[in-house]
């Protein structure tokens, strides 16, 4: 009896204690405010909780300052004031119960945001150049590092969810899955300025540009409104989907009539007795992208013959296609996939398979940028008597280009969907004083490119209404080369999507580092991000830090026409030069409007251009191609950024 009361008191009383300690809960914090946090040097920083008490007090080290405030329906905020950059320093919250952060810095936040080339971490799937040595040498402790996690939203959220519990010191342990773009940036200012750095790194790979801006921006333009309407209804939703499916159904069919793999709807190409001998030969696992078709996008059919000694048992086979895939064997549809970045398992019955030599066959799809069957180890076979490596040469063929067919129906969804991203991902944040911003996205808004002369401006002027800061700093990444190089002048999406973001400029306190001699033409995701982060660092130390540094290539300004002659001023023009031998990457055109590569000299600190072929000449193009190789430079040794002198209809204008 009374070890059955011991124990009934010892309940009771342990109730009680956590009955009490749950009444007097600590205040909770939002996921940015942490240890190890950066807050912005000289500024009024707001500062805010929650509580179930009825005030909080807030105690900063750097002054030992003390604000109060009142908690109004379980919320409080304070402004606290910042001295210029030092630490570390601490801040005290009590609201009772006492609650402390620790190795706090005053210094710089900067906001990084975009697609997967800021996305890009220095190991994990990015591997930079040099990202061992750059990762082993990464110990920065006045650097820190918060990343935030992919969330879309219907609607804009309070709270950002972060990653390893909030803010991290840079070092070897915290970095490799980091942004290297952002990190690189920070590194250089650091090593400039040596005031402490904050990066806020919310970014998401294969991201539309309208994602990251609020429905209240985009509804000026009206080229979203049925997507946002359906994100706020149901019904509209619903409808939406349908019209989606039914124009999908009916690309698809079109799709399969074109593609040269199939007939009246059969796979022919997947049959067992194919002459395939035609064909040409190519590796895989591997994108097509680095095998001679970097431009190619479209339908590619692939065949191999492997050899079984058991087809007693089911096998299985894993890999990644990219885009969309089918598979067969011996002429047996196996199964599809869609989704570039969905990892397939196949199941293949024995039935489909024979005791000796059996043929595989895999149709893909790819709709832009890499293309290709891929993955990180060999694709194999495997049952449980036997394993066999399937990688090495395939046979392939086209069966489809992209150009021949009509552009396929896009529904935004997911992350997508306008305004999804910045809900969740930026509109948390836009209480957090920061100092600026860098952005690197359009790869994925290339085929809307006109489109995004209103997209890029809108969401700069957007974010900057939010964060309440008109001349917030906006630095951003133009894109870089890619794709195969054309012989002859062409159109091109991706220098639309380059003017669009060199018209940017236009903005005040704007900046743009220009990367078309740094990509790769076989990658999307170049590897050398040490010389992207310290451009945009350059410009930031020579516009924001106002420091004398060289920070720009030559950029397009006016032009003249003489007889045969369109002669090119350019801003940021000291020491124009060509980084070798003679210029080039111009190309000229009459009235006709059709352009033939022309000879250009610098004259005067000019550059004049001409061709035979043009003895009238109306405009002018440089680097205007997908993966140029013009040479322009100046003083800086920087690039120039591409540009045209007319305005005639470009392939993207009617698309949005």
């Known amino acids: 009896m009374k070890r059955h009361f011991f124990k009934k008191t010892i309940l009771v009383v342990s109730l009680v204690i956590l009955s009490a300690n749950a009444v007097n809960a600590a205040v909770t914090l939002p996921s940015f405010f942490t240890d190890n946090m950066v807050l912005q040097q000289k500024s009024a920083v707001p500062f805010w909780g929650e509580s179930n008490k009825q005030s909080v007090s807030v105690t900063t080290s750097w002054d030992k300052k003390t604000y109060k405030a009142n908690v109004v329906k379980g919320k409080w905020n304070v402004v606290l004031k910042t001295p210029v950059y030092g630490g570390p320093y601490s801040i005290a919250i009590n609201d009772g119960d006492l ?183 190519m590796k895989l696992p591997s994108f097509f992208d680095s095998n001679g078709l970097a431009s190619f996008d479209g339908i590619i059919w692939f065949r191999k013959k492997f050899i079984i000694s058991d087809n007693t048992k089911d096998f299985s086979l894993s890999y990644y296609a990219d885009d969309d895939d089918i598979l067969w064997i011996n002429g047996n549809y196996v199964g599809e996939t869609k989704g570039y970045n969905v990892e397939r398992h196949y199941t293949i ?67 997508n969907r306008p305004s999804a991203i910045y809900n969740a991902m930026i509109a948390p944040l836009l209480d957090y004083k920061i100092k600026g911003i860098i952005w690197y996205q359009g790869e994925s808004n290339a085929e809307r490119a006109f489109q995004y002369q209103k997209l890029l401006p809108l969401l700069i002027n957007d974010w900057r209404a939010k964060f309440k800061d008109k001349n917030l700093p906006f630095l951003y990444v133009q ?40 990509g790769n033409g076989e990658d999307i995701h170049p590897k050398n991000k040490q010389d992207v982060g310290g451009r945009l660092a350059n410009i930031a130390l020579a516009k924001v830090y106002n420091t004398k540094i060289e920070y720009s290539g030559p950029l397009y300004k006016s032009y003249t026409v003489k007889a045969n002659v369109i002669t090119i001023d350019f801003d940021f023009n000291e020491n124009i030069k060509a980084k070798d031998n003679s210029l080039k990457g111009f190309s000229i055109a009459g009235a006709d409007q059709k352009f033939h590569w022309a000879e250009a000299k610098i004259v005067n600190g000019k550059v004049e251009v001409y061709a035979q072929e043009v003895p009238n000449p109306v405009s002018v193009r440089y680097n205007w191609a997908d993966n140029p190789n013009g040479n322009l430079t100046n003083a800086s040794g920087l690039p120039a950024s591409s540009f045209r002198t007319d305005n005639w209809e470009g392939i993207t204008q009617k698309k949005k």
């Open 479 to 518: 894109l870089a080369n890619y794709k195969q190089q054309k012989q002859q002048p062409d159109n091109s999406d991706w220098a639309e999507l380059r003017e669009a973001q060199f018209m940017a400029l236009k903005l005040p306190n704007t900046g743009m580092a220009v990367t078309t001699d740094i």
């Open 99 to 281: 609650k402390t952060l620790q190795n706090i810095l005053i210094g710089e936040v900067w906001l990084c945001s975009g697609q997967s080339n800021m996305e890009m971490p220095l190991e994990g799937w990015g591997k930079i150049d040099n990202y061992k040595e750059e990762i082993q040498n990464a110990d920065y402790p006045q650097i820190r590092l918060l990343q935030a996690e992919h969330i879309e939203s219907t609607l804009p959220l309070n709270t950002l969810k972060v990653q390893h519990d909030g803010w991290n010191v840079c070092s070897p342990k915290t970095i490799a899955d980091f942004s290297a773009t952002a990190y690189f940036f920070a590194r250089k200012i650091y090593k400039e300025k040596k005031i402490p750095i904050g990066l806020i790194h919310s970014s998401w790979g294969g991201t539309l540009i309208e994602a990251w801006t609020s429905s209240g921006a985009l509804s000026t333009i009206h080229d979203f409104d049925t997507e946002i309407e359906a994100m706020k209804s149901e019904t509209n939703r619903e409808a939406l989907q349908q019209k989606y499916n039914a124009d999908l159904a009916v690309w698809e069919k079109y799709v399969a009539n074109a593609d040269k793999g199939m007939q009246q709807e059969k796979a022919i190409w997947s049959a067992e007795n194919l002459d395939d001998s035609s064909w040409k030969t």
């Open 349 to 415: 019955p024995a039935k489909f398979l024979k005791k000796g030599e059996n043929t595989i066959t895999i149709r893909v799809f790819d709709g832009a940028g890499n293309g290709g069957v891929y993955a990180d180890e060999k694709i194999t076979l495997k049952s449980e008597n036997e394993t066999l490596s399937l990688a090495g040469d395939w046979k392939y063929n086209i069966g489809a280009d992209s150009k021949d067919l009509p552009a396929k129906p896009y529904l935004a969804q997911g992350q």
